[in-house]
């Protein structure tokens, strides 16, 4: 069996630090808390139903959201619709799918930080490499989440 250079153990840590960040779909279990991305650092959410109402005028702004898990990607976990009290949403997306959820974390509490994006409007559904997403004309850009762990 060959051994690492102790070199290379620092960079290897940091590889894996830096690869898991994002990916909480593979690593929880159910109702477990989920941290994924930059930690949130945005204090006051902007009322959904207002960014809903004119997203450009939220363009490139950096905005913490805040509701309920009104759905989520059954691909790969790259996108939630983030919902109020009374059901308007509004989808926050990891444009490079690198903060995925877990696909069984509808209804539950979260938090989101991104950035209000404008996608190149080609039709209303995208599919990806074997997996389809909506694909409405803006979206927030995830950096980070946290999902509220579910009360037992």
């Not at 109702?31 to 809903?52: H, Q, Y």
């Amino acid at each position: 069996m060959r051994r690492i250079p102790p070199i290379f153990a620092p960079v290897l840590v940091a590889f894996s630090l830096i690869i898991g960040s994002g990916v909480a779909s593979h690593t929880t279990t159910a109702g477990d808390p989920v941290r994924a991305g930059v930690p949130i650092t945005v204090k006051k959410s902007v009322r959904i139903d207002k960014l809903a109402k004119q997203p450009g005028k939220f363009e490139g702004k950096v905005l913490r959201l805040e509701g309920t898990v009104k759905d989520v990607c059954q691909g790969r976990g790259c996108w939630v619709d983030v919902a109020d009290a009374h059901g308007v949403s509004f989808m926050a997306k990891s444009l490079d799918e690198t903060i995925l959820l877990p696909k069984d974390c509808q209804g539950r509490k979260v938090i989101v930080q991104g950035i209000v994006t404008a996608l190149p409007h080609t039709h209303d559904e995208a599919t990806e490499e074997g997996h389809s997403c909506p694909a409405p004309r803006y979206v927030l850009a995830t950096q980070g989440v946290e999902l509220i762990a579910e009360r037992k």
